[in-house]
């Protein structure tokens, strides 16, 4: 399954980590705060990549953020690819695949929860 990556999922996914409406609000301004040049990229993917990495901490959400604003691929690749991120240059293009298919279905079981 693929997912879009839209305002209203990153909304949805904002309630999941940030239950509380203060720190929801307080979140959204941070996340608001990436996608203000004209070279940044992929709002929605980016701030869904922040949301998923920030595990529900507003201040981690904020460090993220702010490192999203000079560079958002190290975000998404921690995100995204947690696990290929770690796997050495050397590993094999079959266990690489399947690290990858790993990778995908735990971004989209997360996009699918209810959690942070």
Known sequence: MSFEHSRELVL???RDCFPDPA???EALAILESYGTES?????????????KISVGDIEMLRSYTRGAQS????????AE????????SKTPPA????IRKRDREQY???L?????
């Open 12 to 14: 949805k996914k904002l």
């Open 23 to 25: 720190k929801a609000n």
């Open 39 to 51: 070279w940044h990229v992929g709002k929605d993917r980016v701030r869904l990549g922040l949301l």
């Open 71 to 78: 560079d958002y691929r190290n975000a998404l690749l921690t």
């Open 81 to 88: 690819y947690p696990e290929e991120c770690q796997a050495s």
């Open 95 to 98: 266990e690489l695949a399947a």
């Open 108 to 110: 989209e079981a997360w």
């Open 112 to 116: 699918r929860s209810g959690g942070a």
